[in-house]
């Protein structure tokens, strides 16, 4: 049971807390118990209880928030890392990304002496969410200074966690051979620490940058590993995150109906947790596998959705995502000017931002979008190109959830 003030009275005892000289002990109390909170949050939240922690931080988030602007326009750099540091997973997972990402680059802004470990940890939260957000290279330069002071440290269990997460980020540069053996690297140290969840999401790790390489028996053999041991865990986030890969192997190997199959138990399974940003992505994915299917009217009404989501979360690329899949599902479906113009789009907003694309999806999408090509006159396939390369994301956006367009 939660309670609350009337905010006269609220207003009336903050007041009467000034008047007394304790309106600073009652703060420092809310902000020791915020961090106290956080903490325990941050071990909670990437094992089995995730969602139940996810859930209390959501609602004391505006608690955590108070306690955050208040560390950094008190300049108080520990407080603030150490809020930032430990609530960015809880961003990460329930969709704060934006905002998570702020505070953090806050926090890191604020003049003083943190201790090396707290701004380690703040450093490792901003390149997870810069990373989602497809900021890659300011999560490799995050990653790498994360890693310089744990290894100073000689904390060998967080230089494994920021390898692992800068091989996620070189691998969205399209480095997948150095992202995979950093990758390898990371598992080798947290297998010789005997520290299986860590090794365990190495591997969940090495399915997805086989998965982006477009290497999908690989990608197979990994999520199934990781599968077993998250099952076994009864972590319940990573199963359903793995759910969601596995669908979409599937449908990259032609199984459309295992895809659907898997990501149907994903979407269900993650709106239930409250995991938006994990409901965006499969919406998406979705929409790309009924769409197949023939089942157009639900595939544009599950992209409406995700193009929604990604935008309430600041997902840049899942919005190119969303772009990218209509291009698919038109592809399919014979509307091929649609495809081209759709396609072009695309690549032309990646290039823009800087955001390359994963090789397996790339690879599929030209291949849709060639064939469909080929009804057409290469005039009538240059200008549909022209057409799409013209868009702003938000052009292209609004054209790819709405089938009549083209």
């Not at 240059?382 to 083209?406: K, N, Q, Y």
Request: aromatic share 6%; with cysteine; charged share 30%.
């Amino acid at each position: 049971m939660r309670f609350r003030l009337l905010e006269t009275v609220r207003v009336y005892a903050r007041e009467k807390l000034f008047v007394s000289g304790e309106e600073a002990v009652r703060l420092r109390r809310h902000c020791q118990w915020c961090v106290d909170l956080a903490a325990l949050a941050h071990s909670e939240t990437e094992g089995p209880r995730r969602d139940e922690w996810n859930r209390k931080l959501e609602a004391d988030h505006d608690n955590l928030r108070a306690a955050l602007l208040r560390a950094i326009e008190s300049r108080d750099a520990e407080l603030a890392l150490c809020l930032a540091g430990s609530l960015n997973r809880f961003w990460a997972t329930a969709g704060f990304l934006s905002e998570g990402r702020q505070w953090i680059e806050s926090a890191l802004g604020v003049e003083g002496d943190g201790p090396p470990a707290l701004r380690a940890s703040a450093l490792f939260g901003l390149s997870r969410l810069a990373l989602i957000q497809a900021d890659h290279r300011v999560a490799v330069s995050a990653a790498d200074e994360c890693l310089r002071i744990r290894r100073d440290l000689g904390d060998r269990a967080g230089e494994a966690a920021a390898i692992g997460i800068k091989a996620l980020a070189v691998g969205r540069l399209g480095d997948y051979d150095e992202a995979y053996a950093l990758q390898e690297h990371s598992l080798t140290i947290s297998r010789e620490l005997g520290l299986s969840r860590e090794a365990n999401e190495a591997v969940f790790y090495m399915g997805l940058l086989a998965m982006y390489r477009g290497d999908f028996e690989r990608a197979q053999s990994h999520f199934e590993e990781s599968l077993v041991a998250y099952r076994a865990s009864d972590n319940r986030h990573k199963v359903v995150v793995l759910l969601h890969n596995v669908g979409e192997v599937a449908w990259f190997t032609g199984r459309t109906e295992a895809a659907r199959e898997a990501l149907e138990e994903c979407l269900q399974l993650a709106a239930g947790l409250g995991l938006r940003r994990l409901v965006a992505d499969t919406q998406r994915s979705l929409a790309r596998a009924v769409g197949d299917r023939g089942d157009v009217d639900r595939a544009y009404e599950l992209f409406r959705e995700s193009l929604r989501l990604q935008r309430e979360i600041g997902n840049r690329e899942g919005v190119i995502e969303v772009i990218e899949g209509s291009a698919c599902v038109a592809a399919r479906q014979g509307q091929v000017r649609r495809a081209v113009a759709l396609a072009a789009a695309a690549r032309t907003v990646r290039a823009e931002m800087a955001i390359p694309p994963d090789v397996g999806f790339q690879t599929e999408l030209d291949s849709r979008v060639e064939a469909a090509a080929q009804s057409m006159s290469p005039g009538e396939a240059e200008a549909a190109r022209a057409s799409g390369s013209a868009m702003t994301l938000d052009e292209a956006a609004s054209a790819a959830v709405d089938p009549s367009w083209g």
